[in-house]
């Protein structure tokens, strides 16, 4: 049963817009024939269809009508902190110790907020 009358179960035989897809052994054999650098790249555990679910759904017999599925790669939040902190890197020696300087700190900071609103922003709806 829904947890609220406005939510429905989801139906897990069926894929649609917004659904996270782990990667797994499967799915990697899928991804390696047409995007390798995902496949086999670590840091890209997880993908988020783009495709819009009307496109997805069968009818009947026929296939959907979607003829591919867009995905987007989730990367985890410290992995996105970490290449946008690469970005200010100046010397091999920040890059070995992973430090930044302090006056590109406040642009890190800058970086968290929107990445944060934007996360909020995409959860009201």
Request: aromatic content about 8%; overall charge negative.
């Given at each position: 049963?829904p947890?609220?009358?406005?939510?429905?179960?989801?139906?897990?035989?069926?894929?649609?817009?917004?659904?996270?897809?782990?990667?797994?052994?499967?799915?990697?054999?899928?991804?390696?024939?047409?995007?390798?650098?995902?496949?086999d790249?670590?840091?890209?555990?997880?993908?988020?269809?783009?495709?819009?679910?009307?496109?997805?759904?069968?009818?009947?017999?026929?296939?959907?009508?979607?003829?591919?599925?867009n995905?987007?790669?989730?990367?985890?939040?410290?992995?996105?902190?970490?290449?946008?902190?690469?970005?200010?890197q100046?010397?091999?020696?920040?890059?070995?110790?992973?430090?930044?300087?302090?006056?590109?700190?406040?642009?890190?900071?800058?970086?968290?907020?929107?990445?944060?609103?934007?996360?909020l922003?995409?959860?009201?709806?």
């Amino acid at each position: 049963m829904p947890a609220h009358y406005v939510y429905d179960d989801p139906d897990l035989t069926a894929l649609n817009q917004g659904d996270v897809l782990e990667k797994a052994p499967e799915f990697v054999g899928l991804l390696r024939e047409s995007h390798p650098h995902y496949a086999d790249r670590a840091g890209y555990e997880y993908f988020m269809v783009l495709t819009q679910s009307c496109d997805l759904v069968r009818r009947g017999a026929a296939p959907c009508a979607a003829e591919y599925v867009n995905l987007a790669a989730i990367l985890p939040v410290a992995e996105a902190i970490r290449r946008e902190a690469a970005r200010f890197q100046e010397g091999d020696w920040q890059r070995a110790e992973s430090v930044i300087s302090s006056r590109d700190r406040d642009k890190i900071v800058l970086f968290l907020q929107r990445l944060v609103a934007t996360s909020l922003a995409s959860n009201r709806g």
